[in-house]
T-cell receptor, first 111, second 115 residues
Framework: SQKIEQNSEALNIQEGKTATLTCNYT??????LQWYRQDPGRGPVFLLL?????KEKRKERLKVTFDTTLKQSLFHITASQPADSATYLC??????????FGSGTRLSIRP | GAVVSQHPSRVICKSGTSVKIECRSL??????MFWYRQFPKQSLMLMAT?????????EQGVEKDKFLINHASLTLSTLTVTSAHPEDSSFYIC???????????FGPGTRLTVT
């Protein structure tokens, strides 16, 4: 079955450092991957979408890469701030046109 | 743009009663809306896909007679939890996909507590 895995349940880093989150997928070759941010008790907020023919995409302090050979997407937050603390979800559209979410990585930025 | 609202944000109901949750796309038309539920510290689980003007498609294991979905217009989908039980207590989130686009935009969620 198509699976998406975020191998870190939690990540704690120092303010100002770059946070790197990993998302791996199996048994499928998605045309694009998406990254969302979710705060406690809130719905996910769309951040970035990257297509399979795009190696990298940036938005302000965010950067996403998509390696179709490794079947992996990396999500980077540069110059991290305590306000970046949240759960980050990766997701892709399955062959049945449904979004499959990873379990999320809970990122904590300490001052 | 791309704002999705949900109402109510929180609801407490007694076991055996029914609860309706509304999901609206405020500034765009959404041919397709999705309903998810999320348990604490877990990811979102897709319950059903709602298409305007047609019947919803339910995921395996989701009872269609218990979770009634209606997508009557391009901006509104409703989820009714019928004969609610305490195990239905969860965080319900809807999302809407702009017609012709890949991104989904999520509502703020509805916290349902069944006593």
């Amino acid at each position: 079955s198509q699976k998406i895995e975020q191998n870190s349940e939690a990540l704690n880093i120092q303010e100002g450092k770059t946070a790197t989150l990993t998302c791996n997928y199996t048994n499928y070759s998605p045309a694009y991957l998406q990254w969302y941010r979710q705060d406690p008790g809130r719905g996910p907020v769309f951040l970035l979408l990257i297509r399979e023919n795009e190696k990298e995409k940036r938005k302000e302090r965010l950067k996403v890469t998509f390696d179709t050979t490794l079947k992996q997407s990396l999500f980077h937050i540069t110059a991290s701030q305590p306000a970046d603390s949240a759960t980050y979800l990766c997701a892709f559209y399955s062959s049945a046109s449904k979004i499959i979410f990873g379990s999320g990585t809970r990122l904590s930025i300490r001052p | 743009g791309a704002v999705v609202s949900q109402h109510p944000s929180r609801v407490i109901c007694k076991s055996g009663t029914s609860v309706k949750i509304e999901c609206r796309s405020l500034d765009f038309q959404a041919t397709t809306m999705f309903w998810y539920r999320q348990f604490p510290k877990q990811s979102l689980m897709l319950m059903a896909t709602s298409n305007e003007g047609s019947k919803a498609t339910y995921e395996q294991g989701v009872e269609k007679d218990k979770f009634l979905i209606n997508h009557a217009s391009l901006t509104l989908s409703t989820l009714t939890v019928t004969s609610a039980h305490p195990e239905d207590s969860s965080f319900y989130i809807c999302s809407a996909r702009r017609t012709g686009k890949a991104e989904q935009y999520f509502g703020p969620g509805t916290r349902l507590t069944v006593t």
